[in-house]
């Protein structure tokens, strides 16, 4: 994929700040919607339409400039990996690091999961971080959740130092059990780690027929509005919900990109997009991913003041209010221990996932159809650029996880250099997928930054 890397000595001056950024959308409406009551042909086809001309797009080899983040991260060389052997690779490393072997094997999925989504920020690049933790003794990681209250619809679970996947999968099951029982279900969470890509979570609500939301606090890197220093986590939100033949898939951060990019795009010694994130002055853009690790960070979504970032930070305080301070986390915002293996304590983040059951509100199950119908509108709304048809939450994954099934997870060569080097260092070369065995053996890739 050939992309424009923006120039590294083109920093903004403190005067600047930080350019808006472009996510907000421009479309607006009035009026009733209006659309028509697809069918679910209909809705099948235009969701085969969306994923078809998404992977048009990421096999075009035509020159273009870069389009999202999501483009910056997915840049450079490659190797396909199958799914199944890459999550047994990545279990064998983490069952080496002291997890059990079941847990292992769930927290390999969802890092596996990420990939094969196109989300290489919660991925692989992952496992050194996680092994790290472990090996350092920061995560208990045979520990099982439990409940600290429960009612009939809500319940705070005590993930007790656990790994994040487990708690998260314990607490998310509790609230699919409230939601199909009572309608809704609320779970909040305290004492955990980290958990992967929410949407992993809200999928498995929505494989219920019903509507999951999925949260997490993490670390801090968001430098607040007015704020010059990092003060809240990327805080993400997912909300997954089900159509006829389709589905809504929202995963997103209350940052203007999740600290993983920054992450990647660092392995990769590859510049960034102005906008993204602060150096250490916490006021100056930089487009050195070092500095944003190195005592910078994350802008709000939206960017500056004058470009609404204010709402994103108020997202973002969202998320932490409904994570650590609803479940009595002991530690909430700037306090929280930075997400580091030389942290020295657990860092007890928190989570909520919420489930609401449609057809308790629509015993005739005209939810799923008007979504689908709904759905079907959007991509069907005249396209601004012809070569870029219009999309909703969820279609550039699937496309990408489509392709996965195919040829195999894409990992960027550096990432899995990063696992060949993690795996040898753990006596598990013997599980590395051939494609990755077969790197230069003189090839390698800078570690993990916050596993250093």
Known sequence: MNFHTPNPNSELPCSARIKSLSFASKASHSGPMGFPWQSALAAVFGIGVGVLL???KNRSGAKKAVESSSDVVK??????VGREQLEKTVASCLKAAGAPPDKAQLVAQVLVAADARGIPSHGVNRAEMYCGELKAKLIDPGADPKISSDSASAANVDGCNGLGAVVASYAMKLC??????????????????????????SELALKEKLIGF???????????????????????????????GDSFQLDMATTTVPIGKIEVCHRKGQQIPNGWGVDSTGVCSTTNPEKILKGGGLTPLGGLEET????GYGLNMMVEILCAILSGCQKVGPAV?????????????????????PAK????GDFEKALSGYLSTMRQLPAGDVERSVLVPGDPERAEEDDAAKQGVRLNRQIALGLRSLAQSL??????????????????????PHAV
């Open 214 to 244: 999925a949260f997490t606090n993490t670390s801090p890197f968001l430098v607040p509005t007015r704020a010059c220093q990092r003060a809240g986590g990327t805080n993400p939100i997912a909300c997954y919900c089900p159509a006829e």
């Open 308 to 311: 609404a970032g204010y709402k």
């Open 337 to 357: 221990p930075p997400w580091r293996v030389d942290r020295g304590t657990a860092v007890d983040y928190g989570h909520c996932f919420i489930c609401i059951d």
């Open 176 to 201: 699919i059990q409230k939601a199909k029982s009572t309608g809704i279900g609320l779970v909040v969470c305290h004492n955990s780690n980290h958990f992967g890509i929410a949407g992993f979570w």
């Open 361 to 364: 509100l629509l015993p005739s």
């Open 54 to 56: 998404e992977r048009l």
């Open 75 to 80: 840049s450079g060389s490659f190797v396909f």
């Open 427 to 448: 006596g598990c070369s013997g599980s590395l997928p051939a494609e990755i065995q077969a790197l230069p053996e003189d090839a390698s890739a800078p570690k993990h």
